[in-house]
């Protein structure tokens, strides 16, 4: 055979390749013609559920085939950005901070994929979290609730503590209104530490800086650098300076330190009274305390009792090469009968509100009372932020924060340091 036969038939042969690694990924290779829609998250423990729904999914929709993939959330975000950007991210995946990803094309707008009358069956608060410039950019798929307290009744008993004692408690910078201060310093003649008081966002920062009167963020600036910001953070940095929290150089994450578990293990181990926290801990407490434990409202600040309350959702890749199968699977992952599965094993709050009762259900049977998440709800609550760039201003603001916790820059000087840093890193994305 000549050569230049021999290279005519192998471009010939690579194109052949080429279609067929094309119509592969579309479609199974058990060559049913069924398409095949991809969806990323980033929690293995969500498999099992997921899986569940979508083959309830897949019985009445035999032509489509939806495949999960787990990307660790230590590299989900960077990921997801570079697989975005190269056009190979999956169909659908999991999404909290989209705005990037909306103000640029690449997801689908929900209010025209499924309709405009789909939001009315979602948690409001979660709709209004994915919703920008007018539409709507994800279909939520579960909401954490509010802030709680996990106390150590155990602990709580060998102090001479009511229960209820903590859910009464108010925090405050004038000392004579304060009560909750008093309380730890009770509890930490039974305990290693008391509370958890550290940089963490959505668990300490945004109940404590929300309950000062304060926000984190107002039209996409970073603003919690005032007197609310002064006496939210004084606080919890205090806590931490007078040994009624652990050490910030446990509970820092990022850098060299990569234990951000540090508080919830301490809590487990029985060393830790008062563990503030959110839903998403709920199931691993009760799989693994050892102890008599229960769920309190978070305490009271000058502002009252204030949290905030994140959702997950799922979005549609708008370079998708097959969007009416995309559209079919949100629509199922988006109503009561394809949500109600994230609820069945108690382990996270449907965003459907009809099936939210699944997971209460669920926990009443196991006999703990979760209204605490719920009831800390009612009244004011703080926005966790977003906008673009909002991930690059905590990736700028975090290590001040954490150096400010470490007692090494003063509260009012870190805030102003980590606001400038914020707002600096959000305008040049």
């Known amino acids: 055979m000549r050569e230049s036969t021999r290279v005519l038939l192998g471009i010939a042969l690579a194109a052949v390749l080429l279609v ?26 969500f498999v099992a559920a997921y899986r569940a729904s979508l083959d309830e999914f897949q019985r009445a929709d035999p032509d489509i085939e939806v495949r999960i993939t787990v990307v660790p959330w230590a590299s989900y975000a960077q990921k997801l950005r570079l697989d975005v950007a190269g056009g190979v991210a999956d169909d659908l995946f999991w999404t909290s901070l989209y705005e990037d990803y909306a103000d640029s094309g690449h997801l689908m707008d929900i209010g025209t994929a499924l309709g405009a009358q ?9 709709v209004a979290q994915f919703t920008r ?11 954490d609730g509010g802030t709680a307290v996990y106390y150590n009744r155990d602990l709580l008993n060998a102090a001479g503590v009511d229960p209820a ?5 108010r925090w405050s910078p004038v000392e004579a209104a304060d009560t909750f201060r008093p309380l730890l310093q009770r509890l930490a003649s039974v305990s290693t530490w008391p509370y958890n008081a550290a940089d963490d966002f959505q668990s300490i920062t945004l109940p404590f800086l929300g309950s000062a009167g304060g926000e ?37 994450s990022g850098g060299g330190n990569t234990n951000g578990d540090f508080a919830k293990n301490a809590f487990l181990q029985g060393k830790m009274a008062l563990f503030q926290s959110g839903s998403f801990n709920l199931a691993t407490v009760q799989q693994q305390a050892g102890f008599h434990w229960g769920l309190a409202l978070i305490p009271q600040g000058p502002a009252g009792r204030v949290s905030a309350n994140n959702s ?44 939210q009762h699944v997971y209460r259900d669920y926990w009443a049977a196991r006999g703990v009372d979760v209204a605490p998440f719920f009831d800390v709800l009612r009244g004011r609550r703080i926005a966790a932020g977003g906008g673009p760039g909002f991930q690059a201003a905590l990736n700028a603001a975090d290590p001040i924060f954490q150096e400010m916790y470490l007692g090494r820059i003063p509260v009012p000087q870190a805030l102003e340091q980590a606001q400038d840093a914020a707002n600096t890193a959000a305008a040049q994305q």
């Open 312 to 355: 997950i959702g799922v979005a549609g890749n708008s370079a998708s090469s097959h969007p009416a199968a995309v559209r079919r699977v949100l629509a199922w992952l988006g109503s009561a009968a394809g949500n109600r599965y994230l609820g069945e094993s108690g382990s996270t709050i449907p965003a459907v509100v009809s099936e």
């Open 133 to 143: 410039s007018g539409k709507l950019w994800a279909v939520p798929q579960f909401v």
């Open 216 to 252: 984190f963020q107002q039209n996409e600036r970073f603003v919690f650098a005032g007197r609310q910001g002064h006496d939210a953070f004084g606080y919890t940095v205090r806590l931490v300076a007078d040994k009624l929290s652990p050490s910030a150089a446990d509970t820092n």
């Open 20 to 45: 067929g690694a094309a119509l592969w990924l579309g479609h199974d290779s058990g060559g049913s013609g069924r398409t095949v829609v991809r969806l990323r998250i980033w929690d293995q423990s």
């Open 118 to 126: 789909a939001a009315q069956a979602w948690d409001p608060f979660a």
């Open 165 to 169: 004692a903590v859910t009464a408690a």
